[in-house]
Structure formats: structure tokens, C-alpha cells
């Protein structure tokens, strides 16, 4: 059973560019959600969302930033017009429920140059 | 604003000695709460999760909840060089909220062969 896959591991982007990171839950999970680590800061909440609908986006800047997870494929996290500070780590999470334990995957490591 | 507070660190203890990790957290209503564990450069991994007042123990990992007190811990015994790594507390919110985890900063755990 294949645990939360993400995908790229590692993504460098330049200044103004578009970052696209993806998330595939565990199987039988329908719940994903995102985090932001930035360097020597605790994980961050950012969105919370079940199949083709956003639960909770309160901890995702208002712009530049969307969240989707349709109904076929992976969640994706884009993020528009990048600037040195959204370098970071940006892990996803899935449960099978939202009372439940959530699973982290590897992480995108996103870097702006 | 919900706040998890844990002590930086390094923690630093030897080989078969019992490391013991705080945390506190501000919601008073929150019920879950979770210990991650994060090597550098990796991505949190869950190791315990309790959810009432008392003890939870799992082979070398004790967990602690005291809700009064808003004060859980976790308790590693017979520490070996491989649990050096970084230990997340996460809370759960309360309500409608529940799904969302709040994560203090981590305690960087050292244990020196």
C-alpha cells in the first residue's frame, strides 16, 4: 500500500515563474491536505480538501496561491508568480476521514531563484 | 491563535537513557493530538497519537496527556543513536476545526552513542 506519493521531490523556479506541486493521497484516503515548512519554522496549515471541493483554504495566502482535487487525479497545489519567500518545503497529508490520523509524504522542496 | 509551544533543544541524552519531550498547547478544546518525527531533510512520520487523559504506550514510545493541565509529552526509552531526529508536537483543533493540526517548532533530539 503505497503511502502519500508527491511529486517533484525537488522543484526550482525562477522569480515570476508558476510552481505546480501534486499530491496523491493513500489509497483510500479522501482527505488531503497541504503544509508549508519554511526554514527553522514549524509546519503550517494551508488547505484542507475532500474530492472536487475546498474544505478550508484560511491558511493559504489570498493571492497568488490555489489549491484543487479533482475528482480524477492528484491534488494540486499551484502557486503563480513566485517570490524568494515562498521557498519552502510544501508537504501534503491524507486521511481516510478528517477525524483521523493524517500521513505526510516526502515533500516538495521548492526553491526561487 | 492556537499555540503549541515546545522547547527548541538540542536535547542531547545517551545511548539507553529515557528522553523526555513537552509540549503545551493553547485550545482548551482540543481532543487529538499526535508526535511526529522528522529526520533532516525528511518528512514528518507519525509515531504516536493520543487522545484521552493518561498514559498510551507503544514498544520504546510513551505517550502522556494531561488535559488540565494542556500539557502532553512524549517518553522515549532506551534511546538509541537512530531516534536522533526532530520531534513535532501536533494538536489537533477543536469543533468544526478538528482537522486541522497546529505543530510547535519540534525539539532536535540527540542521543550520543
Known amino acids: 500500500n503505497a503511502g502519500v506519493m508527491q511529486n517533484p521531490r525537488h522543484l526550482v523556479r525562477r522569480r515570476g515563474q508558476e510552481a505546480r506541486l501534486r499530491c496523491s493521497p493513500m489509497k483510500g484516503h479522501s482527505h488531503v491536505y497541504w503544509y508549508r515548512q519554511l526554514p527553522e519554522e514549524g509546519l503550517k496549515f494551508m488547505v484542507y480538501?475532500?474530492?472536487?471541493?475546498?474544505?478550508?483554504e484560511s491558511g493559504m495566502p489570498k493571492e497568488r496561491f490555489s489549491a484543487e482535487f479533482p475528482k480524477e487525479g492528484p491534488s494540486i497545489l499551484r502557486i503563480q508568480q513566485v517570490v524568494r519567500g515562498d521557498s519552502a518545503a510544501y508537504f501534503c497529508a491524507s486521511s481516510p476521514n478528517k477525524n483521523t490520523e493524517a500521513f505526510f509524504g516526502q515533500g516538495t522542496r521548492l526553491t526561487v531563484v | 491563535q492556537k499555540e503549541v509551544e515546545q522547547n527548541s533543544g538540542p536535547l542531547s541524552v545517551p545511548e539507553g537513557a529515557i528522553a523526555s519531550l513537552n509540549c503545551t498547547y493553547s485550545d482548551r478544546g482540543s481532543q487529538s493530538f499526535f508526535w511526529y518525527r522528522q529526520y533532516s531533510g525528511k518528512s514528518p512520520e507519525l509515531i504516536m497519537s493520543?487522545?484521552?487523559?493518561g498514559d498510551k504506550e507503544d514498544g520504546r514510545f510513551t505517550a502522556q496527556l494531561n488535559k488540565a493541565s494542556q500539557y502532553v509529552s512524549l517518553l522515549i526509552r532506551d534511546s538509541q543513536p537512530s531516534d536522533s531526529a526532530t520531534y513535532l508536537c501536533?494538536?489537533?483543533?477543536?469543533?468544526?476545526?478538528?482537522?486541522?493540526?497546529?505543530f510547535g517548532k519540534g525539539t532536535k533530539l540527540s542521543v550520543i552513542p
Open positions: 480538501l475532500q474530492k472536487e471541493n475546498i474544505i478550508d
Open positions: 493520543i487522545y484521552s487523559n
Open positions: 501536533a494538536v489537533a483543533g477543536s469543533g468544526a476545526g478538528s482537522y486541522q493540526l497546529t
